[in-house]
Protein backbone atom coordinates (compact mmCIF):
# COMPACT_ATOMS: atom_id res chain seq x y z
CA UNK A 1 0.00 0.00 0.00
CA UNK A 2 1.44 3.31 -0.88
CA UNK A 3 1.88 6.18 1.70
CA UNK A 4 -1.53 8.04 0.13
CA UNK A 5 -3.69 5.26 0.27
CA UNK A 6 -2.53 4.90 3.96
CA UNK A 7 -2.99 8.15 4.90
CA UNK A 8 -6.52 8.35 2.86
CA UNK A 9 -7.52 4.72 4.95
CA UNK A 10 -6.76 6.60 8.54
CA UNK A 11 -7.85 9.78 7.81
CA UNK A 12 -11.45 10.77 9.33
CA UNK A 13 -12.26 14.40 10.18
CA UNK A 14 -12.12 15.59 13.45
CA UNK A 15 -14.93 17.32 14.99
CA UNK A 16 -13.10 18.19 19.02
CA UNK A 17 -9.71 19.70 19.30
CA UNK A 18 -7.17 20.11 21.47
CA UNK A 19 -7.77 23.83 22.27
CA UNK A 20 -3.71 24.87 23.56
CA UNK A 21 -2.67 22.74 20.85
CA UNK A 22 -0.56 24.97 18.49
CA UNK A 23 0.82 24.50 14.87
CA UNK A 24 4.92 25.45 14.24
CA UNK A 25 6.01 27.43 11.81
CA UNK A 26 6.90 24.41 9.38
CA UNK A 27 3.25 22.89 9.25
CA UNK A 28 1.82 26.09 8.44
CA UNK A 29 3.73 26.55 5.53
CA UNK A 30 3.96 22.77 4.89
CA UNK A 31 -0.04 22.82 4.85
CA UNK A 32 0.00 26.39 2.32
CA UNK A 33 2.39 25.06 0.03
CA UNK A 34 0.44 22.12 -0.61
CA UNK A 35 -2.08 24.10 -1.54
CA UNK A 36 0.39 26.57 -3.51
CA UNK A 37 1.52 23.52 -5.29
CA UNK A 38 -1.69 22.01 -6.23
CA UNK A 39 -2.56 21.51 -9.89
CA UNK A 40 -5.60 23.96 -11.58
CA UNK A 41 -7.49 24.45 -14.59
CA UNK A 42 -5.16 25.47 -17.36
CA UNK A 43 -2.77 26.65 -14.35
CA UNK A 44 -4.65 29.57 -13.54
CA UNK A 45 -4.91 29.03 -9.71
CA UNK A 46 -8.06 31.54 -9.50
CA UNK A 47 -8.11 31.57 -5.69
CA UNK A 48 -5.64 32.51 -2.27
CA UNK A 49 -5.76 30.79 0.84
CA UNK A 50 -5.65 32.65 4.62
CA UNK A 51 -4.30 30.58 7.48
CA UNK A 52 -6.48 32.32 10.77
CA UNK A 53 -4.85 31.68 14.06
CA UNK A 54 -5.78 34.72 16.15
CA UNK A 55 -8.58 33.93 18.17
CA UNK A 56 -10.40 37.44 18.12
CA UNK A 57 -11.33 36.92 14.78
CA UNK A 58 -12.14 33.01 15.44
CA UNK A 59 -14.71 34.26 17.72
CA UNK A 60 -15.87 36.95 15.75
CA UNK A 61 -16.32 34.13 12.87
CA UNK A 62 -18.22 31.19 14.84
CA UNK A 63 -21.64 32.56 14.22
CA UNK A 64 -21.57 32.96 10.66
CA UNK A 65 -19.82 29.37 10.31
CA UNK A 66 -22.81 28.13 12.27
CA UNK A 67 -21.69 27.79 15.68
CA UNK A 68 -19.68 24.90 14.58
CA UNK A 69 -17.02 24.31 17.65
CA UNK A 70 -14.03 23.62 15.45
CA UNK A 71 -14.05 27.41 14.61
CA UNK A 72 -12.31 27.93 18.14
CA UNK A 73 -11.42 24.57 18.83
CA UNK A 74 -9.05 23.97 16.31
CA UNK A 75 -5.23 24.92 16.60
CA UNK A 76 -6.19 27.39 13.05
CA UNK A 77 -8.42 27.61 9.83
CA UNK A 78 -7.54 27.90 6.31
CA UNK A 79 -9.97 29.55 4.72
CA UNK A 80 -10.50 29.55 0.31
CA UNK A 81 -10.89 32.94 -1.18
CA UNK A 82 -11.40 33.04 -4.60
CA UNK A 83 -11.51 35.61 -7.37
CA UNK A 84 -14.70 37.00 -8.91
CA UNK A 85 -15.02 37.07 -12.73
CA UNK A 86 -14.56 40.58 -13.36
CA UNK A 87 -10.71 40.52 -11.54
CA UNK A 88 -10.03 37.47 -13.54
CA UNK A 89 -10.62 38.36 -16.43
CA UNK A 90 -9.22 42.13 -16.02
CA UNK A 91 -5.98 41.44 -13.91
CA UNK A 92 -5.44 37.74 -12.69
CA UNK A 93 -5.16 35.73 -15.85
CA UNK A 94 -3.12 38.65 -17.39
CA UNK A 95 -0.86 37.95 -14.53
CA UNK A 96 -1.08 34.48 -14.10
CA UNK A 97 -0.38 33.59 -17.82
CA UNK A 98 2.25 36.05 -18.18
CA UNK A 99 3.96 34.03 -14.81
CA UNK A 100 3.36 30.53 -16.63
CA UNK A 101 4.35 31.06 -20.58
CA UNK A 102 7.21 32.45 -21.53
CA UNK A 103 7.02 36.23 -23.44
CA UNK A 104 7.55 34.91 -27.05
CA UNK A 105 4.47 32.58 -26.87
CA UNK A 106 2.21 35.24 -26.81
CA UNK A 107 -0.43 33.58 -28.70
CA UNK A 108 -0.31 30.53 -26.52
CA UNK A 109 -0.71 33.13 -24.28
CA UNK A 110 -3.86 34.26 -25.54
CA UNK A 111 -4.95 30.68 -26.15
CA UNK A 112 -5.12 29.45 -22.82
CA UNK A 113 -7.46 32.46 -22.01
CA UNK A 114 -9.61 31.40 -24.46
CA UNK A 115 -9.66 27.63 -24.05
CA UNK A 116 -10.90 28.78 -20.22
CA UNK A 117 -13.49 30.46 -21.87
CA UNK A 118 -14.38 27.61 -24.37
CA UNK A 119 -14.61 24.71 -21.44
CA UNK A 120 -17.06 27.16 -19.11
CA UNK A 121 -19.07 27.26 -22.38
CA UNK A 122 -18.81 23.65 -23.35
CA UNK A 123 -19.76 22.71 -19.53
CA UNK A 124 -22.60 25.62 -19.57
CA UNK A 125 -20.51 26.34 -16.07
CA UNK A 126 -20.38 29.47 -14.30
CA UNK A 127 -16.99 30.96 -13.56
CA UNK A 128 -17.80 31.13 -9.98
CA UNK A 129 -18.57 27.26 -10.03
CA UNK A 130 -15.23 26.95 -11.71
CA UNK A 131 -13.41 28.74 -9.27
CA UNK A 132 -14.67 26.57 -6.61
CA UNK A 133 -13.83 23.54 -8.48
CA UNK A 134 -10.08 24.72 -8.48
CA UNK A 135 -10.23 25.35 -4.63
CA UNK A 136 -11.48 21.58 -3.98
CA UNK A 137 -8.68 20.27 -5.84
CA UNK A 138 -6.52 21.94 -3.51
CA UNK A 139 -8.47 20.93 -0.53
CA UNK A 140 -7.88 17.37 -1.47
CA UNK A 141 -4.55 17.98 -1.59
CA UNK A 142 -3.91 19.63 1.82
CA UNK A 143 -5.35 16.38 3.27
CA UNK A 144 -2.68 14.01 2.78
CA UNK A 145 -0.27 16.97 3.65
CA UNK A 146 -1.66 17.67 7.10
CA UNK A 147 -2.17 13.30 7.79
CA UNK A 148 1.29 13.15 6.70
CA UNK A 149 2.41 16.00 9.69
CA UNK A 150 0.28 14.43 11.97
CA UNK A 151 -2.81 16.76 12.43
CA UNK A 152 -6.24 16.69 12.17
CA UNK A 153 -7.87 18.40 10.21
CA UNK A 154 -11.68 18.34 8.96
CA UNK A 155 -13.02 20.42 5.54
CA UNK A 156 -16.03 22.75 5.96
CA UNK A 157 -18.69 24.39 3.86
CA UNK A 158 -21.43 25.12 5.89
CA UNK A 159 -20.91 28.77 6.83
CA UNK A 160 -23.27 31.65 5.87
CA UNK A 161 -20.47 32.41 2.73
CA UNK A 162 -21.81 36.53 3.50
CA UNK A 163 -21.50 36.74 6.93
CA UNK A 164 -18.11 35.19 7.09
CA UNK A 165 -16.58 37.67 3.90
CA UNK A 166 -18.14 40.52 5.87
CA UNK A 167 -16.18 39.53 8.86
CA UNK A 168 -12.86 39.29 7.06
CA UNK A 169 -13.30 42.20 5.15
CA UNK A 170 -13.40 44.25 8.99
CA UNK A 171 -10.43 43.11 9.23
CA UNK A 172 -8.99 43.95 6.04
CA UNK A 173 -8.35 40.28 4.88
CA UNK A 174 -10.94 40.19 1.78
CA UNK A 175 -11.19 42.40 -0.87
CA UNK A 176 -15.46 42.33 -1.58
CA UNK A 177 -15.30 43.65 -4.48
CA UNK A 178 -13.23 41.12 -6.27
CA UNK A 179 -13.41 38.23 -3.97
CA UNK A 180 -15.50 35.61 -2.02
CA UNK A 181 -15.41 33.18 0.68
CA UNK A 182 -15.04 29.56 -0.76
CA UNK A 183 -14.46 26.93 1.52
CA UNK A 184 -12.96 26.27 4.62
CA UNK A 185 -10.52 23.70 6.70
CA UNK A 186 -10.11 23.43 10.96
CA UNK A 187 -6.49 22.64 11.60
CA UNK A 188 -5.33 21.00 14.86
CA UNK A 189 -4.86 18.08 16.98
CA UNK A 190 -8.52 15.68 17.48
CA UNK A 191 -9.07 15.59 21.38
CA UNK A 192 -10.36 12.12 22.02
CA UNK A 193 -11.01 13.20 25.57
CA UNK A 194 -14.29 14.82 24.27
CA UNK A 195 -17.78 12.94 23.12
CA UNK A 196 -18.27 12.71 19.37
CA UNK A 197 -14.76 13.49 18.54
CA UNK A 198 -15.56 11.84 15.40
CA UNK A 199 -18.34 11.47 14.02
CA UNK A 200 -18.47 7.44 13.59
CA UNK A 201 -16.07 4.94 12.81
CA UNK A 202 -15.21 5.80 9.30
CA UNK A 203 -16.76 3.42 6.83
CA UNK A 204 -17.09 3.56 2.49
CA UNK A 205 -18.91 1.70 0.03
CA UNK A 206 -17.38 -1.15 -0.84
CA UNK A 207 -15.14 -1.19 -3.81
CA UNK A 208 -17.28 -2.75 -6.10
CA UNK A 209 -20.01 -0.43 -5.58
CA UNK A 210 -17.12 2.27 -5.87
CA UNK A 211 -15.56 2.15 -9.16
CA UNK A 212 -14.81 -0.49 -11.97
CA UNK A 213 -12.18 -0.69 -14.36
CA UNK A 214 -13.00 -1.28 -18.14
CA UNK A 215 -10.19 -3.01 -20.01
Not at 68 to 92: N, P, R
Not at 154 to 165: I, N, T
Request: contains cysteine; aromatic residues 8%.
Amino acid sequence: MTKSLEFLNNRISAKRYVEDFKLTDEQKVELLESIRLAPSSFGMEPFRAILIENQKIKEEIKPAWWNQVGVTQSSAIIIWIGFKEKYLKKIHFKEQTERNIPNEFEEIRKTMISGSDHVLSTLEMSRDEWVSRQAYISLGTVLNTAQELGLDVCPSEGFDEQGVAKILANHKLIDLENEKVLVGMFIGKVDTNQEFHHSFKKTRRPAEKAYKIVK
